[in-house]
């Protein structure tokens, strides 16, 4: 199976803040890496999918890089409604895995 | 509107069976895949597996592997995940997702609401 390992587990921020969560895989899932939003009581949402590519509907200023094994999810001026917990997947080997995930509190 | 709509709170007793409903619309369901999600209270996202409404194809992830089923029926679009004999440990929410294939891209891009399973004696 391939790990996914988020780094950090929680993070402390304030609104108008760049954060920056990162996500390993213990071995290359090429570009197949996906980044996930749950807020609190709510099912997760897509935010970008291969890696890099926005989803529909999702603010641009959330993005996503990299490929291989190392891959990171940004947001850019940081907003009330960002405050949430942050997965990432891969979909490049069953069984599909997801990171750990990086719960972004207020500071 | 693409939505996938999922049953409310069950509670069960262990050895009790379930089998929980996952309702598509918006889309051709038979299309793509339907993903389950797993989350133990407090916890991350695990994947249970992926069933094709198109051609009946199954993946389970080899934790889940014999411990569900899943299934749909196409004629009223509709997904499920079902157990024959719950235990106190398959206590989570469960999420169904639509689970797109691209040219090079795999991802869940709609989700349910989820469904929490309740199991106590």
């Known amino acids: 199976d391939i790990q996914m390992t988020q780094s950090p587990s929680s993070l402390s921020a304030s609104v108008g803040d760049r954060v920056t969560i990162t996500c390993r895989a213990s071995?290359?899932?090429?570009?197949?890496l996906n980044w996930y939003q749950q807020k609190a009581g709510e099912a997760p949402h897509l935010l970008i999918y291969a890696a890099s590519s926005l989803q529909s509907g999702v603010p641009p200023r959330f993005s996503g890089s990299g490929s291989g094994s190392d891959f990171t999810l940004t947001i850019s001026n940081l907003q009330p409604e960002d405050f949430a917990t942050y997965f990432c997947q891969q979909t490049y080997s069953s069984p599909l895995t997801f990171g750990g995930g990086t719960k972004v509190e207020i500071k | 509107e693409v939505q996938l709509v999922q049953s409310g709170a069950e509670v069960k007793k262990p050895g009790e069976s379930l089998k929980i409903p996952c309702k598509a619309s918006?889309?051709?369901?038979?299309?793509?895949?339907i993903a389950w999600v797993r989350q133990m209270p407090g916890k991350g996202l695990e994947w249970v597996g992926l069933f094709h409404p198109g051609d009946s194809d199954s993946r389970y992830s080899p934790s889940f592997q014999g411990q569900v089923t899943i299934s749909a029926d196409k004629s009223i679009s509709t997904a499920y995940l079902q157990w024959s004999s719950l235990k106190a440990s398959d206590t989570a929410i469960y999420y169904c997702a639509r689970y797109v294939e691209g040219q090079f891209s795999y991802y869940m891009d709609v989700w349910g609401k989820g469904s929490t399973v309740i199991v106590s004696s």
């Open positions: 918006g889309y051709g369901f038979t299309n793509y895949w």
């Open positions: 071995q290359s899932v090429r570009s197949y």
